[in-house]
């Protein structure tokens, strides 16, 4: 079976690709490793995505993109992306169960939460150490919770937290929050969130369950013992791009590099979404990266070669 394209990842990027590329009359497979939605699957709400509802969460939108792409005729797989190899006619796309012809692809692969690194994070994991809020809010009913970082998805995650923690101490190396302003007012109007700022995590504590933690204060150095029951991880994210190395190109901190039309150095394979170097990764900007990068694959396989 050879596809026009293969798009690797199927959040906002690779689904948007995929109703563009499909619409575009191409014969299109989206192969994800586990579900759809990518990042925003465990979104639980999202306001910011233009026209979206009030009520809009991450699975709901891309559920609905899921749709369009069937519309569409765009064919979805379970599989995992391993490697491709250039041929003649395009590519052979290898992965976990099989191999599949393709003229071009597109890496839409996102991006993943960064550990932070402290001793005890990776022990208890799954055991009050958590990076996802929507997923675990629920196991924090009535208990006292740590977020770490500053930016706008601690902010974000630090206030569904509300919902259910009795406690939350937002704990970030800086002495301000970098999340957007009206988060940040909204942090500061809500009585069940205290800042501790100008500290780190140092070591997350427990026998089998979260106990409490080690906080340093970077100015200091001063340690404190605060006892807990969970601490959720919001330290940044790492572009899913391992896969990629030695056949694309990879900035610094491993983001594929492409240029505004979503090209990476490999003639008829593109980027889109967050695994690519970028200044802002929204859905919005998601999924504008995979309707560029569909465009850009239509004309490639229409330029005569
Ligand atoms: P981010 O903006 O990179 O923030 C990561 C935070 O974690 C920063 O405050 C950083 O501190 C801190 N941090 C990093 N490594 C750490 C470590 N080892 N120990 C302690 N703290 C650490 O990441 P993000 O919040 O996930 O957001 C990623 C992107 O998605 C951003 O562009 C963001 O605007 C966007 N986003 C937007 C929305 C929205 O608009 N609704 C929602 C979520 C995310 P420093 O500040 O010191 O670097």
Redesign the pocket.
């Given at each position: 079976m050879r596809y026009d394209t293969i798009i690797v990842g199927a959040g906002p990027a690779g689904l948007a690709a995929g109703i563009y590329a499909a619409r575009g009359t191409l014969k299109v497979l989206i192969m994800e490793k586990a579900g759809i939605g990518g990042q925003i699957a465990t979104s639980w709400e999202i306001?910011?995505y233009p026209g979206s509802p009030p009520d809009s969460t991450g699975p709901g939108l891309t559920e609905r993109m899921r749709q369009q792409c069937e519309e569409f005729g765009v064919e979805f797989a379970t599989k995992t992306y391993l490697r491709s190899h250039q041929t003649e006619a395009g590519f052979i796309v290898e992965t976990d169960s099989g191999s599949i012809e393709t003229q071009t692809i597109i890496m839409a692969t996102g991006a993943e939460p960064?550990p932070?690194?402290c001793k005890g994070e990776r022990e208890l994991r799954g055991m009050g150490v958590s990076y996802c809020a929507t997923c675990d809010a629920n196991f924090f009913k009535g208990l006292k919770v740590a977020v770490?970082?500053?930016?706008?998805?601690?902010l974000?995650e630090a206030l569904y937290l509300t919902k259910f923690a009795a406690e939350i101490i937002i704990i970030?190396?800086?002495d301000e929050l970098?999340?957007?302003k009206i988060l940040q007012q909204r942090i500061r109007e809500n009585e069940k969130i205290s800042l501790l700022l100008d500290s780190?995590?140092e070591e997350i504590k427990g026998n089998g369950q979260v106990e409490g933690i080690v906080v340093k204060n970077v100015k200091t150095d001063e340690l404190t013992d605060v006892s807990l029951d969970g601490v959720f991880v919001?330290?940044?994210?790492k572009p899913n791009s391992e896969a990629f190395v030695g056949l694309l190109e990879r900035d610094a901190r491993d983001y594929l590099i492409t240029d505004d039309e979503m090209r990476t150095n490999i003639p008829g394979i593109f980027a889109a979404g967050d695994v690519r170097r970028k200044s802002?990764?929204?859905v919005v900007t998601a999924t504008a990266d995979g309707a560029i990068a569909a465009v850009n694959v239509i004309k490639y396989i229409e330029e005569p070669k």
């Open positions: 306001e910011n960064k932070i690194g770490i970082g500053g930016g706008d998805t601690a974000e970030h190396r800086r970098r999340g957007a780190v995590v919001f330290a940044g994210q802002l990764r929204q």
